[in-house]
């Protein structure tokens, strides 16, 4: 059901959504790319220590009114909102993240999707994967080759989960496994207090940001190092120098401003424990 305390007028502005708001797989396509092209993919809270907060009322004061980004649990909290706002049938999933590893690698299910149910079938809807994200809604039915504004994505069955994946270039890699199994909220709240507290936690150390961008780009910061990656699967690569630099490529590429205090404490920890060899898989 809606949640009452939803500002669906904010949100839709804050995405640029201007259509129909007729429940419609039309409709979907249009605020799924919206709001993946608008909210950036990020982690800096975790980064200063300040535990993302899952609540509908937190997450429009930080995404929308505060116009931050979130990581995958605040992104499809949101997202579940303004879609039931929508009169959309969401039902909540998780999936087992396998980007960078074998296809059946023995994964806890830490990353929050959604099932859309619609007169065509059901669709995944997932605005918080980070720099592979679809773009799009993706009917929820194995061997078929789906188009999105960005990558060319698949399903592949395996056992009672479908892997997601994307094809980069000319090959086709694993993004993560969905699982069936509807989900309660304690459950996100679980993992969302792992991601965020574990001191193992990749978003406890790096500077993490993501976004899709145009003509089938995709932009990453993964600490220093920054990522546009074409259609194609050619990446150019560039290595950020300073705060100034930072506060440039936040700003200009993710949307996000962040008061000098929080960036030169992001910054800080970055380099006292941040990832100084390859980037982490999964922000690849």
């Not at 007729?22 to 809270?45: F, G, M, N």
């Not at 999707?113 to 059901?122: A, K, N, S, T």
Request: proline share 7%; aromatic share 8%; glycine share 6%.
């Amino acid at each position: 059901m809606p949640d009452e305390s939803f500002d669906q007028d904010a949100w839709l502005r804050r995405i640029g959504h201007k259509g129909s708001r007729s429940p419609t797989l039309e409709t979907l396509r249009a605020v799924v790319a919206a709001h993946a092209s608008a909210i950036a993919y990020e982690s800096i809270d975790v980064l200063l220590d300040r535990h993302p907060k899952l609540d509908v009322e937190s997450l429009q004061r930080k995404m929308i009114a505060g116009r931050r980004g979130g990581y995958c649990f605040e992104q499809n909290m949101l997202f579940r909102a303004g879609l039931r706002s929508l009169g959309f049938a969401v039902t909540s999933l998780q999936a087992r993240v396998v980007r960078g590893l074998a296809v059946d690698a023995p994964r806890p299910a830490f990353h929050m999707v959604l099932r859309v149910d619609l007169p065509e079938g059901p669709y995944l809807a997932d605005v918080g994967f980070g720099n592979l994200a679809p773009t799009a809604p993706l009917v929820l039915s194995p061997e078929i080759e789906q188009e999105t504004p960005h990558e060319p994505m698949r399903f592949v069955p395996m056992g009672d989960e479908l892997v997601l994946q994307s094809r980069l270039g000319d090959r086709w890699e694993h993004i993560y496994r969905v699982v069936a199994l509807p989900r309660v909220d304690a459950e996100y709240e679980i993992t969302n207090w792992f991601a965020a507290s574990h001191p193992d936690s990749p978003y406890r150390s790096n500077l993490i940001a993501a976004r899709p961008g145009p003509n089938r780009t995709r932009i990453t910061m993964f600490n220093a190092r920054l990522n546009l990656r074409h259609a194609d699967g050619e990446v150019e690569r560039r290595t950020l120098d300073g705060a100034a630099d930072y506060r440039a490529a936040l700003a200009d590429l993710f949307g996000l401003s962040l008061p000098e205090a929080d960036l030169a404490a992001a910054l800080a920890t970055v380099e006292s424990k941040g990832t100084r060899g390859a980037p982490h898989p999964f922000f690849a």
